[in-house]
């Protein structure tokens, strides 16, 4: 799991004493202390599963839960405008949300596997030099893309509201893709780098 995810369990039990307040304020203001000491000393907080997702995925979150077209304006922003600013409150639907994201699970997995008129689609430089497939995770709710390279698995950053919104965006990079094929499956596991 990712270590952040290990910080945020303890923050929940004891806010207080990490962080200094019952505020979601002091907990966005911590939690950006902590990412960016990680981007400073280059290390990276990640596994080699799918889920849980990256924690950045949380704003894409946020705006899903809210009905948000986008989610520019950042979880914390979002969960304050729902209580009423209030900052005690919006720790608590912080929490209640955290533990619902940190509990996603892959409602259906499907994949594709591009042939060269796939892999030439695109005729100017590739946006992704190599491409052999094209995942397409269901989750409860929304939808994530991730296109596979020869050297690695590239998670497209969004959280989309529906099945089509990244079929069309595989179809923009790669052309028509006809043939998918569908797996059960519990987590996705990688066998090569995985690229945010």
Known sequence: MNEIYEILDLIKIRPAMYIGDHSITALYSFLNGYSMALNRLSIEDHTDTLLPLPFWF????AARQYGYYESTSGWR???????????SQ???AFFVMYEQFKSLKIVRYMYAVLDIKHQQFYEKEPLYPDPVKVHLVELAPGYLLL??????YVLINSLYPNKQAPLDYAEQCFGSITKWKCEEIGNLVF??????
């Open 147 to 152: 296109i596979e390279t020869k050297e690695k």
């Open 90 to 92: 919006g720790l608590d």
């Open 191 to 196: 066998d090569k780098e995985l690229e945010f």
């Open 58 to 61: 949380f704003h894409e979150y």
């Open 77 to 87: 922003n979002m969960i304050l405008d729902q209580t009423n600013h209030d900052e």
